[in-house]
């Protein structure tokens, strides 16, 4: 399976910004999609950003994210990032980062999630 390992969460001011990182233990062009779920207490995971390693489709955000949430990625680092702008106290939730690898037995893999708190 591949190794994902998350960064970059915490407590952040309504309005305020904060960028989490996705590390992947092998190259990136061997994943068809990486991007991010979040998960807030009580309720299910909901899918953030997704984005395709060969570029071969554009980002793709879900509505509450359109506009102040960009998904992005480094080959050369084998990392996907997710820059957060504009946080809601809603955006409140465990963020987790996946990696699909397509083939005759998709695999997928999960981080271990990072809290990002967004409150005054």
């Known amino acids: 399976q591949v190794q994902l390992v998350e960064s970059g969460g915490g407590l952040v001011q309504p309005g305020g910004s904060v960028r989490l990182s996705c590390a992947a233990s092998v190259s990136i062009f061997s994943i068809d999609s990486m991007g991010w779920y979040r998960q807030a207490p009580g309720l299910g995971r909901e899918r953030v950003a997704t984005i395709t390693s060969s570029g071969s489709s554009g980002p793709n955000y879900a509505n509450f994210v359109k506009g102040r949430f960009t998904i992005s990625r480094d080959n050369a680092k084998n990392t996907v990032y997710l820059q957060m702008n504009s946080l809601k106290p809603e955006d409140t939730a465990v963020y987790y980062c996946?990696?699909?690898?397509?083939?005759?037995?998709?695999?997928?893999?999960w981080g271990q999630g990072t809290q990002v708190t967004v409150s005054s």
């Open positions: 996946y990696a699909l690898k397509g083939g005759r037995t998709p695999e997928l893999s």
